[in-house]
């Protein structure tokens, strides 16, 4: 089976950088994603990663390390509007590939 | 490229009665998803559809619960009879090819049992 670890909540100050750790046990791993989602809305793609290391998008990065079955969401610059609920997800290995997710981190943004 | 079409939006029945949730993925998408979501939880896959046929289902409260995708396109989501327990918002999702990275929601179907 799987196991995905998120922290429950976080708070963090405008324009401030903050870090979204997600940390997993699975027997075998094809992917790991980013998504956000804002209360009362649909999840959102924010970024995949399949090899080890940083992809960077804009304001958002997000970091794998396989061998240790971690991973982070880097959020810079922060907006007011980045306050929401951000959940890891993966995809095991094997079979068609779906998507399981972590309880998600609802981060709360403040002046 | 239109989204993921989910209705109802919103939908409060008493508990025992039945409920149906509509899906429409985006065209060409070969993969759809129905997704449970309890509050201030992650989205819990439910059912996986490859075309038209079920590839996972190991989480779908056969019980109570029913869906199909007819012909591969459109899915419906039934509940019958419903719980307390199963007030949540569906989400369902589509995926255009099996090994295509992204999936993509829509915004869900909101039911609250009483």
């Known amino acids: 089976g799987q196991n995905i670890d998120q922290p429950t909540e976080m708070t963090a100050t405008e324009g401030a950088i903050v870090q979204i750790n997600c940390t997993y046990q699975t027997s075998g791993f094809n992917g790991l994603f980013w998504y956000q989602q804002h209360a009362g809305e649909a999840p959102t793609f924010l970024s995949y990663?399949?090899?080890?290391g940083l992809e960077e998008k804009g304001r958002f990065s997000s970091f794998l390390s396989r061998s240790k079955g971690y991973s982070y969401l880097l959020l810079k610059e922060l907006q007011m509007k980045d306050s929401a609920s951000y959940l890891c997800?993966?995809?095991?290995?094997?079979?068609?590939?779906?998507?399981?997710f972590g309880a998600g981190t609802r981060l709360a943004v403040h002046p | 490229e239109a989204g993921v079409a989910q209705s109802p939006r919103y939908k409060i029945i008493e508990k025992r009665q039945s409920v149906a949730f509509w899906c429409n993925p985006i065209?060409?998408?070969?993969?759809l998803y129905w997704y449970q979501q309890i509050l201030g939880q992650g989205p819990k896959l439910l059912i996986q559809?490859?075309?038209?046929?079920?590839?996972?289902d190991s989480q779908l409260p056969k019980d109570r619960f029913s869906a199909e995708r007819l012909k591969g396109v459109d899915s419906t989501l039934k509940i019958q009879p419903a719980k307390l327990e199963d007030s949540a918002v569906y989400l369902c999702?589509?995926?255009?090819?099996?090994?295509?990275?992204?999936?993509?929601f829509g915004e869900g179907s909101w039911l609250t049992v009483v």
């Open positions: 559809f490859q075309n038209n046929g079920v590839v996972d």
């Open positions: 997800a993966l995809y095991p290995s094997g079979g068609y590939n779906k998507l399981i």
């Open positions: 990663n399949v090899l080890d």
């Open positions: 065209s060409g998408h070969a993969t």
């Open positions: 999702a589509s995926r255009p090819r099996v090994y295509e990275d992204t999936i993509y």
